[in-house]
């Protein structure tokens, strides 16, 4: 988990660091990515009102170059769904 009040730059360095302790193998990572826009604003509940702040942060680690750096040296494949289905 991210925690509650860490910063984007601490958030990427997590997440990097996470990356970067994988060994050869398939991994699955969910999470939210959103951008912090109005509609987004809008969802939330109560005890949850940072919904569409969280989800920008996610879109933002996900494509800092830090971490597609460390995607990149770790040579690291991005796959979808699809291709998960084509193992057996």
């Known amino acids: 988990g991210?925690?509650?009040?860490t910063?984007?730059?601490e958030r990427i360095k997590?997440?990097?660091n996470n990356l970067e302790k994988l060994t050869p193998g398939i991994y699955r990572f969910v999470d939210h990515p959103g951008m912090n826009t109005p509609e987004m604003q809008d969802i939330n509940h109560p005890g949850y009102a940072?919904?569409?702040?969280?989800?920008d942060m996610v879109t933002?680690?996900?494509t800092s170059d830090?971490?597609?750096e460390t995607i990149r040296k770790?040579?690291?494949?991005l796959i979808s769904y699809?291709?998960?289905a084509c193992i057996k």
């Open 60 to 62: 933002k680690v996900l």
């Open 74 to 77: 770790k040579k690291i494949k």
């Open 50 to 55: 940072k919904v569409a702040e969280d989800r």
């Open 2 to 5: 991210w925690g509650k009040d």
């Open 66 to 68: 830090k971490v597609k």
């Open 14 to 16: 997590a997440f990097s």
């Open 82 to 84: 699809k291709y998960l």
């Open 7 to 9: 910063t984007l730059e």
